[in-house]
């Protein structure tokens, strides 16, 4: 059995790009990422939508639609969220089963609930919301070098639809998470087999094409050594079996092919699938 997988864009931000590329010079990451005059860098927020017979599932939420005016500007955040990709799916919140989050930063998470009059409710009310146990209890003691991203109107309203895991486990038949730390301690990779092999979404292991090189680590990175380490390890796998991996925050070609570059045969590149 395998799951068919449509890319859902559930909405644009920009992000300082001293930020997204750590300890890599600007000389070097604004001829990869062109950033503004705010020397913010484009990023999209991708989703997958996973069907199997009747079973929809949803990987990852996007920032969500809970944002004052002031936050919007300050990232840039589109006026546009998941829910507005799966309406154009012919698909209503209500109809997902499962929700996998790779972890519970604002612009992974945001989208689990949404306001309804003032109150943040689940978006997704059917739904068991699928986390790493240690993220989960990161999250809520807010244990993260950004402030203000595990915010708790993302957080309190899904309490009762949490399935936390350890490690590495089966959500359902062809559907896996195994443990991705680095960017957090409890990041979660999704694993799914899919009609054309297996397509792994590492989320901020890799956030762009750009993020290939190990050093090319986010300065938001709770353990910048270990989320290198889990990089290579994702990509030396993808690029020895095959995997397709999904890109979490590409604006551009989502779904890549890990390669070893010439040059520099330890280390791999991103080429964007046919
Ligand atoms: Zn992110």
């Known amino acids: 059995m395998?799951?068919?997988?449509?890319?859902?864009?559930?909405?644009t931000m920009r992000l300082d790009g001293g930020g997204m590329f750590g300890v890599v010079p600007k000389t070097m990451w604004e001829r990869l990422s062109k950033p503004d005059e705010h020397n913010r860098i484009l990023l999209q927020t991708n989703c997958l939508l996973l069907e199997q017979g009747?079973?929809?599932?949803?990987?990852?939420?996007?920032?969500?639609?809970?944002?004052?005016?002031?936050?919007?500007?300050?990232?840039?955040?589109?006026?546009?969220?998941?829910?507005?990709?799966l309406h154009e799916e012919n698909i209503d919140p209500s109809e997902i089963s499962h929700v996998v989050v790779s972890h519970l930063?604002?612009?992974?998470?945001?989208?689990?609930?949404?306001?309804?009059?003032?109150?943040?409710?689940?978006?997704?009310?059917?739904?068991?919301?699928?986390?790493?146990?240690?993220?989960?209890?990161?999250a809520n003691q807010n244990r993260a070098v950004m402030t203000r991203t595990y915010l708790p109107t993302?957080?309190?309203?899904?309490?009762?639809?949490?399935?936390?895991?350890?490690e590495a486990s089966t959500i359902?038949?062809?559907?896996?998470?195994?443990?991705?730390?680095?960017h957090t301690w409890g990041q979660q990779a999704i694993h799914i087999t899919a009609p054309n092999g297996q397509v792994v979404?590492?989320?901020?292991?890799?956030?762009?094409?750009h993020h290939a090189p190990p050093a090319f680590v986010m300065a938001y990175d709770i353990e910048p050594y270990t989320a290198m380490q889990t990089k290579i390890n994702v990509l030396t796998q993808a690029a020895e079996q095959g995997w397709t991996i999904a890109l979490g925050h590409e604006p551009g070609p989502v779904l890549v092919k890990a390669e070893s570059d010439p040059e520099r045969p330890e280390r791999r590149r991103l080429v964007p699938c046919q």
């Open 54 to 85: 009747g079973t929809k599932v949803l990987v990852e939420t996007g920032c969500g639609s809970k944002w004052s005016k002031k936050e919007r500007e300050i990232y840039a955040i589109e006026d546009r969220t998941v829910v507005d990709a």
């Open 201 to 209: 979404f590492p989320a901020d292991v890799v956030p762009t094409i």
């Open 2 to 11: 395998t799951w068919s997988i449509k890319i859902l864009r559930a909405g």
């Open 105 to 138: 930063h604002f612009d992974h998470a945001g989208g689990l609930t949404t306001l309804n009059k003032d109150c943040p409710v689940p978006t997704f009310p059917n739904a068991a919301v699928h986390v790493q146990a240690q993220e989960w209890a990161d």
């Open 172 to 182: 359902l038949e062809g559907l896996t998470v195994a443990s991705a730390p680095g």
């Open 154 to 166: 993302h957080l309190e309203p899904i309490v009762s639809q949490v399935k936390t895991h350890t």
